[in-house]
């Protein structure tokens, strides 16, 4: 009997993460899935997946900026699986940092959840994904290439992600490919009511809307099981917004 193939996914409980999660599920995936805070909703979610198909999902827990976590979710998921096919690195912290309010705990906690925590959890998963010839996906940003006015850390720790994965795709050749989605305009930050702006960011966009957690979600699957010639590569998911500027 064949296994399934298995995915780890941060940040899994809402949004983006939890619309990865559904889409792999439903490709046929074993999941482990991470949260920091949110609890419930990665407990109920988990619940949705599992009526679905008992025993395949597995729930962690941890903040990603405590080193010794980050080991801990792979081993945690090699003890319940016994394989690891898949690094999805979706967890991201997001918010502005004004030049000259900036603090250095913003800049760990932007360079933890962006940049670190993708680098060692890849160093912990690489000789498992090594075995399974598996893949890695990183969720990387528009703001990776350019910047964003007041949120210059986290545009420095993405880009170090993008960075990350073109060098992880030369590292973990040819057993790991190693690929990025760098969505545009997919979900508004929660906290965020400033439509003229929303306004004027579709106005830039040639397909004229956002994109959908789904729209994500399959880019990420086809990297992981269709894109078999591709690796190092970021896939840009923005409408053509970078096409305007």
């Not at 030049?99 to 998963?125: H, K, M, V, Y």
């Not at 010639?229 to 896939?235: D, F, M, N, R, V």
């Amino acid at each position: 009997m064949a296994h399934a193939p298995v995915a780890l996914v941060t940040g899994a409980a809402r949004r983006i993460g939890a619309a990865i999660a559904r889409r792999l599920h439903a490709a046929g995936y074993d999941l482990a899935l991470h949260c920091r805070r949110s609890r419930d909703e990665l407990a109920a979610l988990a619940d949705e997946l599992e009526r679905g198909r008992p025993g395949s999902v597995l729930t962690l827990q941890a903040d990603l900026a405590e080193f010794d976590r980050l080991p801990e979710l792979v081993a945690h998921t090699l003890g319940r699986f016994g394989r690891l096919d898949a690094l999805i690195n979706n967890a991201s912290a997001f918010y502005p940092t004004p030049l000259g309010t900036t603090t250095p705990a913003q800049w760990d906690e932007l360079f933890a959840s962006n940049a670190r925590a993708p680098f060692f959890l890849a160093q912990a998963a690489a000789p498992h994904l090594r075995a399974a010839r598996g893949a890695i996906v990183n969720l990387t940003d528009l703001y990776a290439e350019r910047p964003l006015r007041q949120h210059t850390v986290y545009c420095m720790a993405k880009a170090a992600l993008a960075m990350l994965t073109r060098s992880l795709a030369v590292e973990l050749a040819p057993e790991v490919r190693v690929n990025a989605v760098a969505p545009g305009a997919i979900l508004w930050p929660e906290d965020e009511d400033n439509t003229e702006a929303q306004k004027a960011m579709l106005a830039r966009t040639p397909l004229g809307r956002t994109g959908t957690p789904e729209e994500v979600a399959e880019a990420v699957r086809w990297l992981l099981q269709d894109a078999h010639y591709s690796t190092g590569q970021t896939l840009l998911l923005d409408g053509g917004r970078t096409l305007l500027g």
